[in-house]
T-cell receptor, first 113, second 116 residues
Framework: GNSVTQMEGPVTLSEEAFLTINCTYT??????LFWYVQYPGEGLQLLLK?????DKGSNKGFEATYRKETTSFHLEKGSVQVSDSAVYFC????????????FGSGTKLNVKP | DSGVTQTPKHLITATGQRVTLRCSPR?????VYWYQQSLDQGLQFLIQ???????AKGNILERFSAQQFPDLHSELNLSSLELGDSALYFC???????????????FGPGTRLTVL
């Protein structure tokens, strides 16, 4: 079956530090991969996405590359800001399942000034 | 603004009661998804509807039910409420019927349910 595993949080970093949040997946077909972000008190927002192997999704300085050989989609940012403090969810979906999403457990990021 | 609306924003009720949460998807989206987010269990998929029909079930309790109406809005009914049902309930929608390589879900702002 399909599943997503992401690193446990919370992750605490100082401003301008490098960020990596690991995400690996198990899928029966050829999924699309996503990172969603949830800021305090808000719903989930799409951060970036990749639909096929070797695609790189990027947005707001965040990047993630769809690695089929390692079944991974790690989220990275070169220099985090206090405003990046949020919960980050990795997810996958397969179109033949009419976009049923499989979410990871979420990783809380705290960035200190 | 994702285009997905949910009402009410907050709901406080007592154990044993029944509540209805409402969701309006983005214009044109046929698929609606319901999720429960609690502190100890993260984001749990409950149920999916596509154009009025149930398409997938997740960890939805028998006390909970949902439906999608002809105008595509959806309602999640929670009955015989227990303290443990206190959580954020999110609705999401997607254009899964379109032949697009992008099939992201768009989330509403959520309904915070507190059971006392």
């Amino acid at each position: 079956g399909n599943s997503v595993t992401q690193m446990e949080g919370p992750v605490t970093l100082s401003e301008e530090a490098f960020l990596t949040i690991n995400c690996t997946y198990t899928a029966t077909g050829y999924p699309s991969l996503f990172w969603y972000v949830q800021y305090p008190g808000e719903g989930l927002q799409l951060l970036l996405k990749a639909t096929k192997a070797d695609d790189k999704g990027s947005n707001k300085g965040f990047e993630a590359t769809y690695r089929k050989e390692t079944t991974s989609f790690h989220l990275e940012k070169g220099s985090v800001q206090v405003s990046d403090s949020a919960v980050y969810f990795c997810a996958l979906s397969e179109r033949h399942e009419l976009n049923k999403f499989y979410f990871g457990s979420g990783t809380k990021l705290n960035v200190k000034p | 603004d994702s285009g997905v609306t949910q009402t009410p924003k907050h709901l406080i009720t007592a154990t044993g009661q029944r509540v209805t949460l409402r969701c309006s998807p983005r214009s044109g989206d046929l698929s609606v998804y319901w999720y429960q987010q609690s502190l100890d269990q993260g984001l749990q998929f409950l149920i999916q509807y596509y154009n009025g029909e149930e398409r997938a079930k997740g960890n939805i309790l028998e006390r909970f039910s949902a439906q999608q109406f002809p105008d595509l809005h959806s309602e999640l009914n929670l009955s015989s409420l227990e303290l443990g049902d206190s959580a954020l309930y999110f609705c999401a929608s997607s254009d899964s019927h379109k032949k697009s390589s992008y099939n992201e879900q768009f989330f509403g702002p959520g309904t915070r349910l507190t059971v006392l």
